[in-house]
């Protein structure tokens, strides 16, 4: 069976729900169509289940049981939108009666994390974000958990770092006025930034398959909302355990600005205070998922990100607590 939506509004296949996950999402298959084998997929970042399916008709399929019914519709939303406007994205091909699950197509085994050797595939990535950003008549109100990057949602990201991260630095001491002095004005440039369109929230190499047409596809988006466009390539240039060189994130830089039109120069100013906030947005979620949740992956991602932030916080005279902060040894 498949999905031929019109406007984005996806109808579900009543589906048995007796039995377990895997099986409601398997029962959506057509008659006649087998499972020869079922392999569970990572999820790292989230309590999303993913299995992927290898059919009798030679083709496979991924099969998705989400947590949260908001969440899945926004994906699925977003997966039309944008394969609209002509970003490959996976196509949802069955939905469960209550939304809690889905089928999407296969688009690869393999993310770009685990051959950032690929300089073809990140250029071709930097043209997917670019093409994605520019994505036309998004209903925002459809995104989730919210429609646009506004201060307060900046500040829940700022407060991330400091609760699950800075505050589990043993021995770190700070003055917290006046980092919430820094937090303020970090939050005022983030959200004042121009250029504004579709985010996609989380565009780094492991959300990026690298497909049998030997093109990139962009396979987490179901957080997107309207944001400003610098957050992106912060979040792809300087995904901590990617380590881009330097060399290599200019370049980037200088190919997204012209595949926007953009004004380099001034892109670039402003993109530095991205790289330390998406920094510090990550050292939130790794301290979360790793010191509290004890997830390895992003244990082993606190030291370089760690790293990364020491050295760009230095570019960054107008935010001196931080910068104090993060000097400190005990910040580990």
């Known amino acids: 069976m498949t ?8 109808p579900r296949v009543n589906a048995s729900m007796p039995h377990n996950e895997l099986t409601q999402l ?9 499972v020869l ?27 998705t049981a989400g947590t949260n019914l908001k969440e899945n519709e926004a994906f699925m939303y977003l997966a039309y939108k944008l394969a609209k406007a002509g970003v490959r994205v996976p196509r949802i091909v069955g939905v ?68 699950c991260f800075l505050k589990t630095c043993p021995g770190l001491e700070f003055d917290e006025s006046a980092l919430e002095d820094d937090f303020e004005e970090l939050t005022r440039i983030i959200s004042t930034a121009e250029p504004r369109g579709f985010m996609v929230r989380d565009f780094q190499s492991r959300n990026i398959m690298i497909g049998k047409d030997n093109e990139p596809w962009l396979i987490d988006f179901q957080g997107g909302r309207f944001g400003p466009a610098h957050y992106d390539v912060a979040s792809f240039l300087w995904q901590a355990r990617a380590r881009f060189s330097p060399e290599l994130r200019s370049e980037m830089i200088a190919l997204y600005c012209r595949e926007r039109n953009l004004k380099e120069s001034a892109f670039r100013a402003t993109l530095r205070y991205f790289v330390v906030f998406r920094l510090m947005q ?3 979620a790794y301290g979360f998922r790793g010191r509290f949740e004890r997830k390895e992956h992003f244990l082993k991602s606190i030291e370089p990100a760690v790293a990364s932030l020491r050295q760009e916080i230095e570019q960054i005279p107008d935010l001196p607590a931080l910068r104090s902060i993060i000097a400190d040894p005990h910040f580990c």
Request: hydrophobic letters at 35%.
């Open 96 to 163: 469960t009666v209550d939304g809690m699950g889905y089928l999407q197509t296969d688009v690869g085994h393999q993310a770009l994390f685990d051959d950032l050797s690929r300089r073809d595939i990140i250029i071709k990535s930097i043209r997917l974000l670019a093409r994605a950003q520019s994505a036309p008549d998004i209903d925002y109100s459809r995104c989730y958990p919210v429609a646009e990057m506004t201060p307060r949602s900046v500040m829940w990201d700022l407060n991330y770092f400091k609760y």
């Open 26 to 34: 398997i029962d959506l298959l057509p008659t006649g169509v087998e």
């Open 37 to 63: 084998a079922r392999e569970a997929i990572g999820g790292s970042g989230s309590n999303r289940r993913y299995w992927r399916l290898t059919l009798s008709t030679g083709k496979s399929l991924i099969a």
């Open 282 to 284: 990550a050292l939130g």
């Open 3 to 10: 999905i031929s939506p019109t406007s984005g509004c996806l």
